[in-house]
T-cell receptor
């Protein structure tokens, strides 16, 4: 089945230790998004790729970086995680042909010790 | 500033009840409104409503878009405990491929 996959599902890291979260998709969608979601809050967009075109949100901290080596894969790098970065990280995809519907992966829950 | 407001923020009902969740929006260049269901994981897509598709139905769930009132409702009939979740409303406006999210309605269905 076509889908959005995120790995790992749970990630524990230490304060300041870099971490990379991955997202892959078999939908062949040209747009990929990374969101941060904290408890009882709506998803907060960090950045998105339209094909290889990277679009950063103005309020996304420099600590967060992303790479998209090809259509199928997208990575979220947190260079120096702080306690405030503990959250669920959601990857989503969409295509202009599907309108604006975004399809989400299962998420990665990040814990920072 | 574009915004999406959902009400109520939380709701507790008994199995078999019918619930109506509300979403209102103030955006520039409305394109579509989406409903998602979120349990203890990522949001699951329910419906997308546009000017050309203002009413959607799937089983016990249905949704209507009122472009005049700038709002949408999500109806769930004969609720079940499995309907317990947060229901998120999001609006796409403009051409920037981004969604504007409401805070969600937390629905609890008790047996």
């Amino acid at each position: 089945d076509a889908m959005v996959i995120q790995n790992p599902r749970y990630q524990v890291t230490q304060f300041g230790k870099p971490v990379t979260l991955s997202c892959s998709q078999t939908l062949n969608h040209n747009v990929m998004y990374w969101y941060q979601q904290k408890s009882s809050q709506a998803p907060k967009l960090l950045f998105h790729y339209y094909d290889k075109d990277f679009n950063n949100e103005a309020d996304t901290p420099d600590n967060f970086q992303s790479r998209r080596p090809n259509t199928s894969f997208c990575f979220l790098d947190i260079r120096s995680p702080g306690l405030g970065d503990a959250a669920m990280y959601l990857c989503a995809t969409s295509t202009l042909a599907s309108g604006e519907t975004q399809y989400f992966g299962p998420g990665t829950r990040l814990l920072v010790l | 500033e574009d915004k999406v407001v959902q009400s109520p923020l939380s709701l507790v009902v008994h199995e078999g009840d019918t619930v109506t969740l509300n979403c209102s929006y103030e955006v520039t260049n409305f394109r579509s409104l989406l409903w998602y269901k979120q349990e203890k994981k990522a949001p699951t897509f329910l419906f997308m409503l546009t000017s050309s598709g203002i009413e959607k139905k799937s089983g016990r769930l249905s949704s209507i878009l009122d472009k005049k009132e700038l709002s949408s409702i999500l109806n769930i009939t004969a609720t079940q405990t499995g309907d317990s979740a947060i229901y998120l409303c999001a609006v796409n406006a403009g051409n920037n491929r981004k969604l504007i999210w409401g805070l969600g309605t937390s629905l609890a269905v008790n047996p």
